[in-house]
Structures are given as C-alpha cells and as structure tokens.
C-alpha cells in the first residue's frame, strides 16, 4: 500500500488555507475603514449592537480569525484519513 506524498496534498491545503483564511483578512480590513464600528452584545434573551472603541472591535476580529484557524486545523487534520477510508472503499 503507497502512502500519500506530500506532493499530492500541498495543492489543496494551499487553496482551503486561501478560501478559508480570507474572509477574516477582510473582517479586519473592513473593520479598519469602518467610521462607526458596531459590537455584538448578547443578553440572555436579546442580542443588540453598540458602537465599540478600535480596539475592543479589532480584538473581537482577533478571536473570529482564531476560530477560523481553529477550523481550519481540524478540518485539515482529518482530510487524509478521509482520503485514506475513501481510497479503501474503492479498492473493495
């Protein structure tokens, strides 16, 4: 049985590292030419947005990109065994 190269797999972890690390550069983009940024405020029954300081929302996008690397890493860390089960489904 062959093992994957890395070859094979540097492509698409390079294209899902730009599809999904792009929206939060641009969250941060958009938040920097923002004149009036608005923060999430959840209650416990209702959720209202105020106006924030600079940092207060830049540390909000902050955590947003860390979910998304958080994702990021999962989902890639479980594709080649993914690969590996699909490959052996076809072999049977």
Do not use: H
Request: net charge positive.
């Amino acid at each position: 049985m062959k093992l994957l190269k890395l070859n094979n797999i540097n492509k698409p972890l390079k294209i899902s590292l730009i599809i999904l690390f792009s929206p939060a550069v641009y969250i941060i983009l958009l938040s920097l030419n923002k004149p009036g940024r608005l923060c999430l405020e959840a209650g416990w029954l209702d959720i209202s947005y105020r106006q924030c300081s600079l940092t207060e929302y830049l540390l909000t996008n902050i955590v947003y990109i860390y979910f998304y690397l958080w994702w990021l890493i999962l989902i890639l860390t479980l594709l080649p065994f993914v690969f590996y089960f699909i490959k052996i489904l076809k072999n049977k």
